[in-house]
């Protein structure tokens, strides 16, 4: 990997707090990494760790007090709205714990929305061959299983081509059987799409799946772990 591939995604010195006075809290603090392209880069750490802030600045759904987030060279802060709307429309696709589809569009109109949002879509009969859903993409919703949801709802965040694929919780919601399917799926869609992978888990059993493993505490990172024995998704057990 080339040296601007392995700092694809670069947090530097990232600090975020909320309140003020007394009721100040110190979210980030202070928060540095790097993410190389196409990684499988999972956000470990127990509830209240600051993961999904630190995905929501990630996103451009936030912002921080100060550092910076770069994508490709590229800092989000000096982007301005236009450009920070335009970098989630073109870099960005997001798969929640919450599959937030729309009750009334079947499966392949639900993928086709996050199509509409690139100018390269991916090719979507295939990608719905890939998603293991063809046979299902004229059904509504609430006719699916949990799981074959969340893989519509990764449909529709893949289905733009994007560079960032952001994953939090991805399995919350789901069985353990289902789980491993869909970190399978997100695997799968990795190697085939090359997107790179920011999955934030409290699972740390999922961290044997990743390139790239960072473990998070009370708003710092506490371990930065290159993985030398990635194991597939199917092999994972907890």
Not at 33 to 43: A, D, K, N, T
Not at 59 to 82: M, P, R, T, V
Not at 203 to 211: L, Q, S, V
Request: hydrophobic fraction near 35%.
């Amino acid at each position: 990997m080339l040296e601007h591939e392995k700092n694809f995604l670069e947090i530097v010195d990232l600090k975020k707090s909320f309140g003020s006075g007394d009721t100040r809290q110190d979210v980030l603090r202070g928060m540095s990494f790097s993410v190389g392209r196409g990684e499988i880069c999972l956000m470990l750490g127990p509830s209240g760790s600051s993961k999904s802030t630190l995905l929501n600045i990630i996103g451009g759904i936030d912002s921080a007090d100060s550092g910076y987030i770069s994508i490709n060279g590229d800092k989000l802060k000096d982007l301005g709205e236009k450009g920070l709307s335009r970098y989630r429309r073109k870099h960005l696709g997001y798969v929640f714990q919450l599959y937030n589809l729309i009750g009334n569009l079947n499966v392949k109109e639900n993928i086709e929305v996050g199509a509409y949002l690139s100018e390269s879509p991916l090719e979507i009969d295939e990608l719905l061959h890939t998603l293991g859903l063809y046979e299902h993409r004229y059904k509504l919703p609430n006719q699916l299983s949990g799981g074959q949801q969340q893989r519509v709802s990764i449909g529709r965040a893949i289905v733009k081509n994007p560079d960032i694929l952001l994953c939090d919780e991805p399995t919350g919601a789901l069985d353990y059987a289902t789980s491993k399917e869909i970190l399978k799926l997100i695997e799968d869609i990795n190697q085939k799409y090359r997107n790179t992978v920011i999955m934030v888990t409290h699972n740390e059993a999922i961290k044997g799946m990743a390139d790239h493993v960072i473990k998070l505490r009370d708003g710092m990172v506490r371990q930065n772990i290159i993985n030398t024995n990635k194991v597939s998704a199917v092999e994972l057990e907890w």
